[in-house]
């Protein structure tokens, strides 16, 4: 989603000039000066705080996405748009945004650079320069933070476009919705077996609410995991109803980071495109590839 890309380009400008390069410059000069029990202190220090301040805006293309989603509904629905609207939702899900990255985020940063640190230490012989530990403290820092930002702002516009999409259905009436897929080869076994599922409108409504709204990381993941596309997660997956699918708030996407599902109105995905769980496990073990199918579920 284009919006996600605009985030992340908004925080990674603010991110990188105030925080990420600065503590880099420090971490480095710490490895040449003092060796590295400094720079790995450096390194817990890492934080996200500096881009807070960008939460208007954040809000802003929270917003924008959350009305996509409500607009392609009506588009599809061929309907003139209801009036919806999720101030709450917008707010909540930009803070769950920003306080992911000011826990888990901070933490994984902190991780990445202290691998690097640990690895070089560990074959370093007594030298003024350690070849190739700039390169790779840059990689850890730079790299792993625009792969974090960009993972949590996609996550997060597309549980807002949901959101809205399923807003608009109940401003229409309509009391069930489709998921819809981008179907290509490459397709993750989740989102194909995903693919034209039909639920409850309100069920829906309530479980993205609960997503958006809860701002612990931890508990998001612990309460709506991802689905695994692996054979024991096709196998779950497989003996499982709509209804037990429901209950267990895999009701849309996203299905794992950067996932291009849609909400849809009832009946819009032909049933020749249905493909059961069922099917998908037993291709799958036919071939002796079902980890294939999908690992971004591990």
Known sequence: MALADDITRDIMLVWMREQARPALREIKAAVR?????RAERLAEAITFRPVEPLAPLIEAKVEAAFTAGALNFARIAKRDPARVDAEFAIKSASQQLLTTLTSTGEAAITKRVQKVLSEAQDGLVQKAEIP????????AVATGGRAIVSMSANLTTTRMAAL??????????FGTYQIQEHIQEDIDAVCRGMHGKTFNT??????????LSENDPAALKAT???PRGSRDGLQLLASLSDADL????IVGPPYHPH???????ADTVPTSELVSFAALL???EAAGTAGALATIGE
């Not at 000066?33 to 029990?37: L, S, V």
């Not at 809205?164 to 009436?173: D, M, P």
């Not at 309100?202 to 997503?211: H, L």
Request: proline share 4%; net charge neutral.
């Open 202 to 211: 309100r069920e829906g409504m309530d479980v993205y609410m609960r997503q």
């Open 259 to 265: 996932c291009r599902g849609i909400i849809v109105p």
């Open 224 to 226: 709506f995991p991802f």
């Open 132 to 139: 190739g530990l700039a390169v790779k403290l840059n990689r």
């Open 164 to 173: 809205g999409s399923l807003l608009e259905a109940e401003g229409q009436g």
């Open 282 to 284: 037993g291709q799958a």
């Open 33 to 37: 000066e003092d060796g590295f029990a």
């Open 246 to 249: 429901s209950g267990r708030g």
